[in-house]
């Protein structure tokens, strides 16, 4: 059986140290070098041509994630993990943009470790588990946001949704909202007709099921 080939990128002495004794006894990796700066670790990439890089974000000189997107260009083969302690979502959605194929916190366990080198061997990608929620909240934001700009729904319109959805009268949301109860009928007619609906039950349901209100 073919050992994976392993570079592991991390400017701490102490966490290569570390990954060095957790993955000593696994008998399909093999640690072909290691690296204390992003300049170091595209040398030895080019040279050494791994199957995977353990890459952390902070680094000297060049950070990890512009590393990264020159991997995804110049050494394709390179499957490349990021490791780190960054768990904000900037970082997380950056990487996985620019090609990573996993994104994984460092206080994983050698068993997810070692799942995710395999799975990035194979050409899978792995995500720590107590990331999944920045994932979903990113990608929720963006398909609403995407939503909003395909039916052209304003700010304000859909504040007067969120206050419809409370089974609020035209009086209530014109005292709310400071519109006449004329602006509040047409402000409504004008919704119903970007979602393509009758009336304010059909408005409500639509604005909750697609996560708007």
């Known amino acids: 059986m073919s050992k994976i080939r392993l570079l592991i990128v991390d400017d701490h002495i102490v966490v290569r140290r570390g990954l060095r004794s957790m993955l000593a006894d696994a008998e399909d990796i093999e640690i072909v070098g290691e690296s204390s700066n992003a300049d170091q670790a595209l040398k030895q990439a080019t040279e050494l041509q791994p199957d995977v890089m353990l890459l952390d974000i902070r680094l000297p000189g060049m950070d990890g994630l512009r590393l990264l997107r020159i991997l995804t260009d110049k050494l394709p083969n390179v499957k490349v993990i990021i490791l780190t302690i960054y768990d904000e979502e ?8 620019s090609g990573a194929f996993g994104y994984l916190l460092k206080n994983i366990s050698r068993e997810t470790l070692l799942d995710a080198l395999r799975k990035a061997h194979s050409g899978k990608r792995m995500l720590s588990e107590e ?3 920045n994932v979903l909240e990113h990608y929720s934001h963006f398909g609403k946001m995407q939503l ?7 700010d304000s319109e859909i504040a007067l949704l969120r206050i ?3 089974g609020a009268s035209n009086r209530e949301i014109a005292e709310k909202l400071y519109w006449s109860e004329t602006t509040v009928k ?19 349901a639509f604005a909750m099921r697609h996560g708007l209100i």
């Not at 119903?192 to 009336?199: A, G, M, Q, S, Y």
């Open 90 to 97: 900037q970082f997380l959605v950056e990487a996985f943009r």
């Open 131 to 133: 990331l999944l929620d």
């Open 148 to 154: 909003l700009e395909h039916y052209n729904l304003t």
């Open 164 to 166: 419809v959805s409370e």
């Open 186 to 204: 047409r402000k409504l007619s004008e919704v119903f007709e970007k979602l393509n609906v009758n009336d304010r039950a059909q408005a409500v």
